[in-house]
């Protein structure tokens, strides 16, 4: 199994409304990021999960709360977003070193 | 800082055409360099990589070579095919920070029969 899954693959959400995206992958990786990513843009790093501890948080929003459950699973919970946060966000995984990443197709958001 | 620049697309090819993006960086240090791609409805994956000078990267036909004296690593592919139609996506790991990949924006190829 070489794919990272991502739930739901479309998202439309109010400002008021809570949310969950969710991440999936069983090739054994230990570090997971999240990527956001606005149109004609190129992906911007959000988060890096190395062992399921968070090493890397780009300064985001606090509105954006990363979860780890397990070494397989990587959340993105969402509160209160603004439209500005309507975008792409994809998910990712590598062994370690992010030499070869594998995404997953991504989870298309629109903030109404 | 870090960053990436790709020349601007769409870019649109007939079948077996010769296929050039150009893909230049800046960055501090020596880092490494890679081209990713995605195909319609999936996501990013990886193409081939470049560590040092001088390396060149292959892979299903593309070509990129690590050009530190021009700073850049452009794609080339020498008969394209319309399976090729893709967005390809130049990227960086600086030396320093080595969990982060730098984009560049993208460049939408689209190849016709």
């Known amino acids: 199994d070489t794919e990272v899954t991502q739930t739901p693959k479309h998202l439309v959400m109010g400002m008021t409304n809570k949310k969950s995206l969710k991440c999936e992958q069983h090739?054994?990786?230990?570090?997971m990021y999240w990527y956001k990513q606005k149109a004609k843009k190129p992906p911007e790093l959000m988060f890096v999960y190395s062992y399921e501890k968070l090493s890397i948080n780009e300064s985001v929003p606090s509105r954006f709360s990363p979860e780890c459950p397990n070494s397989s699973l990587l959340n993105l919970h969402l509160h209160a977003l603004q439209p500005e946060d309507s975008a792409l966000y994809l998910c990712?995984?590598?062994?370690?070193?992010?030499?070869?990443?594998?995404f997953g197709s991504g989870t298309q958001l629109s903030v109404l | 800082g870090n960053s990436v620049t790709q020349m601007e697309g769409p870019v649109t090819l007939s079948e077996e055409a010769f296929l050039t993006i150009n893909c230049t960086y800046t960055a501090t240090g020596y880092p490494s360099l890679f081209w990713y791609v995605q195909y319609p409805g999936e996501g990013l994956q990886l193409l081939l990589k470049?560590?040092?000078?001088?390396d060149k990267g292959s892979n299903k036909g593309f070509e990129a070579t690590y050009r530190k004296e021009t700073t850049s690593f452009h794609l080339e592919k020498g008969s394209v095919q319309v399976s090729d139609s893709a967005v390809y996506f130049c990227?960086?790991?600086?030396?320093?920070?080595?969990?982060?990949?730098?984009f560049g924006t993208g460049t939408r190829l689209t190849v016709i029969p």
């Open positions: 090739m054994g990786h230990r570090a």
């Open positions: 990712a995984s590598s062994q370690s070193l992010p030499e070869k990443l594998f």
């Open positions: 990227a960086l790991r600086a030396q320093t920070g080595a969990n982060n990949l730098f």
């Open positions: 470049a560590t040092k000078a001088d």
